[in-house]
């Protein structure tokens, strides 16, 4: 075994030498002098060479617990050659990798298969409820407490299915910096079992055909701007999403003076994967009963040449936002029983149920084969109906159950011009 005084003493020479340690190890002298620790080992029938350091920052006692160590990982089949490549790599990494850059690389990650919105969502719920607390620190520094008490604090907003998205978020985070070799674990992986359940349910909506008459009723006697209201009865009318309605374009409309007048909603509006919200032959076709062509052309004439035909009353350029219907809803006493939304669960039960009763009042057996009609008039996939998902799909059909449904609803309901009363104070 080589001393300390042999290694000081060890001399260069024309060609670099080695001096043997013991078990593999050895002293490299290099001509110009320089002395590094070596160390040689076979892994897999090959001869590999692993460099721990120079002498004399190494000493040979240290330089013979590096080798036992390797020798370690080498008996568990670890190469320790490559384990050092890795953990150089993490050690770079790692370098000024915190929360925020990881996760900002995470977003980039991910443009190619989100939407342009969704990831704009998701980047300010980042910058929301975690860059604040989380952001600035090194991603290696972050412990399950500090993702637990970030999700506490969301939790105690009220938002508990905001929680739950925020952990999954900081998860899939930690999962690319896992990829990376910066760190080994996911706090919040164990933060999830301390978040409140999410109560899943539907939205609320009302059951019967009367009740349903009920709220439009109510609704429209709320002293609300007339393009809301009129947004709200298309909304019933057509049992679309309403984000879709909000955003309905005046070019989105055809024939709404012919006998088949349509809503052609473009895909990317469309609840779909972004590969399918590029592909025009995934748009959506909505037929538009009488009533509705009614309430489309007073909105056009009221909302002016404007990109949407319910536009916002203060930005005449932007959507009527979410939470302005909503407003009138609450306001008119459905909390808890029926929201905008609810239109479409209002729309699938009383339909569904008046088409059993006409199928079986005919003689029918089973479920009404009118059923898996109403689910696509809700932009539902069922590969009963079709193999390959056409959303143009039956339309005579469902043209006549789109008429039926607004005869249904609307009844002794006021005409939609009526609603138009007060908008000249309304601006």
Known sequence: MLTDIACKKAPPKAKPYKLADGQGLYLYVTPTGFKSWRWKYRIGGKEKRLVFGPYPSIT????????????????????????????????????????????????????????????????????????????????????????????????????????????????????????????????????????????????????????????????????????????????????????????????????????????????????????????????????????????????????????VIFRSIRHPRRPLSDSTISKVYREAGFTGVHVPHGWRSTFSTIMNEALEREYHSRGGTGVAPDRAIVELMLAHVLGGVEAHYNRAAYMPRRRELAQQWADMLVQDLAPPRSLLEGLRQHG
Not at 217 to 242: G, I, N
């Open 60 to 307: 040979p006692a240290k330089a013979r617990m590096m080798r036992e160590d390797a020798s370690r990982q080498l008996i568990n089949g670890v190469d320790p050659a490559i384990d050092k490549v890795q953990r150089a790599a993490a050690e770079i990494a790692r370098m000024g990798a915190t929360f925020r850059t990881i996760a900002e690389d995470w977003l980039e990650s991910q443009a190619a298969i989100w939407t342009k919105g969704h990831a704009k969502v998701v980047k300010a719920s980042l910058e929301r409820d975690v860059f604040p607390t989380l952001g600035h620190l090194p991603i290696d520094t972050i412990t399950t407490p500090m993702v637990a008490n970030l999700l506490r604090a969301v939790e105690q907003r009220g938002a508990i299915e905001t929680a739950h998205r925020a952990r999954q978020r900081i998860s899939d985070v930690f999962a690319m910096a896992i990829g990376r070799g910066i760190v080994q674990l996911d706090p919040s992986a164990v933060a999830q079992k301390g978040l409140s359940p999410i109560l899943r349910g539907k939205q609320p909506a009302v059951r019967t055909i009367e009740a349903a008459r009920n709220v439009l009723r109510k609704v429209e006697e709320q002293p609300a701007h007339p393009l809301t209201k009129l947004a709200s009865r298309l909304l019933a009318l057509t049992a679309v999403r309403s984000g879709v309605l909000r955003m309905a374009a005046p070019q989105e409309f055809e024939g709404l003076d012919g006998s088949e007048p349509l809503w052609r909603i473009p895909a990317a509006k469309m609840k779909l994967v972004l590969e399918q919200k590029n592909d025009a032959a995934y748009d959506f076709i909505v037929p538009l009963s009488r009533q509705a062509v009614e309430v489309v052309k007073l909105a056009m004439t009221f909302s002016g040449n404007g990109p």
